[in-house]
């Protein structure tokens, strides 16, 4: 009788997803993708100069992806501003989407979990 009770401990356990709070997760994806942005273009505008170097590490394949996928967005402070703003909302985007799809996913699961255990 005791396993028995531990078998369905374990089970009622090993069925528990937690729920993500998407805006949370969309809000600290975007924070770290802002900041990743903005500290990255200040220390290649500092460290490297405003002009992209063609060699190797130059940075010139990322310098010009990103001014040619976000407008406004240059080697610069101003750039590194107009950086930042765009990884804030990218990541805040992107991070409350896989939140919400992780909801719906576990959702699912729930309901298909509890549909078995009612047979």
């Not at 200040?42 to 405003?50: M, V």
């Amino acid at each position: 009788m005791a396993d028995d009770q531990q078998e369905f401990e374990y089970a009622h356990l090993s069925n528990q997803l937690i729920a993500l709070n998407a805006t949370a997760l969309g809000f600290a994806a975007g924070l770290v993708l802002g900041l990743f942005l903005f500290i990255g273009t200040l220390w290649r505008l500092f460290y490297l100069g405003e002009t992209p170097n063609p060699g190797p590490g130059g940075g010139l394949g990322i310098a010009m992806f990103l001014s040619a996928v976000l407008p406004g967005y240059s080697i610069s402070v101003t750039g590194a501003l107009v950086g930042g703003v765009y990884g804030f909302a990218l990541g805040t985007i992107s991070g409350a989407g896989v939140g919400s799809l992780y909801n719906v996913l576990t959702g699912l699961r729930r309901r298909a979990a509890a549909n078995q255990s009612q047979q």
